[in-house]
């Protein structure tokens, strides 16, 4: 059974810097073709896709918001970690992590996002 | 702006059909990429719906289908029920900006 779950502050201070943790259990991080991504979502909104991390290394960010974001893993305590700098108020928002899966079909490959956390909202507000 | 569009609601009778569209481009759908739904029930988090344009993982009921011609792909939903009423999600893919993940802006599904 694969679960997530997403640790952090519930308020930030416009500026400061935003670490998420996300804790699964039931994958491994270092099998081939698996990923975790994180996902946010403002009140209201759509989901926004933030950034992902192979079971590789290899990382990926929305390249809208890649030079605040850094993501990382820890493989031996199933963690990834997700940090997000100069945090503003139009960040606040529900933040999930997400286990990826590389579907493949006879055209072409993509990922989705297969099990979610329950989220944890942020607010950033002075 | 969402690179997918999906419109911003729809609403049906119980036990009517509706579908939900998700018009993309040249760069994600239009290109090969497939798509994948999630439904969001209230207050809860996303969940995969539909993967590669019309399959449902386990424990899906048969009566979400997904499709995709062209630049568009559409999820529908037969014999309507109250417990459906949720936002639903596209996703695909998008070559232009290595976008890796794209999402579209949501449809609210009414149950009337």
């Known amino acids: 059974q694969i679960t997530l779950k997403e640790s952090g502050p519930t308020l930030v201070k416009p500026t400061q810097t935003l670490t998420l943790t996300c804790t699964f259990s039931g994958f491994s991080l270092s099998t081939s073709g698996v990923g975790v991504g994180w996902i946010r979502q403002p009140p209201g909104k759509a989901l926004e896709w933030l950034a992902l991390i192979y079971w590789d290394d290899d990382k990926r960010y929305s390249p809208s918001l890649k030079s605040r974001l850094t993501i990382t893993k820890d493989t031996s305590k199933n963690q990834v970690v997700l940090t997000m700098t100069n945090m503003d108020p139009v960040d606040t928002a529900t933040y999930y992590c997400a286990h990826s899966s590389l579907y493949c079909s006879s055209t072409s490959c993509s990922l989705l996002f297969d099990y979610w956390g329950q989220g944890t909202l942020v607010t950033v507000s002075s | 702006q969402s690179v997918l569009t999906q419109p911003p609601s729809v609403s049906g009778a119980p036990g009517q059909r509706v579908t939900i569209s998700c018009t993309g481009s040249?760069?994600?759908?239009?290109?090969?990429?497939?798509v994948h739904w999630y439904q969001q029930l209230p207050g809860t988090a996303p969940k995969l719906l539909i993967y590669?344009?019309?399959n449902r993982p386990s424990g899906v009921p048969d009566r979400f289908s997904g499709s995709k011609s062209g630049t568009s792909a559409s999820l529908a939903i037969t014999g309507l029920q109250a417990e459906d009423e949720a936002d639903y999600y596209c996703q695909s893919y998008d070559s232009s900006l290595s976008d890796l993940v794209v999402f579209g802006g949501g449809t609210k599904l009414t149950v009337l």
């Open positions: 040249s760069s994600n759908i239009g290109a090969g990429y497939d």
């Open positions: 590669g344009n019309s």
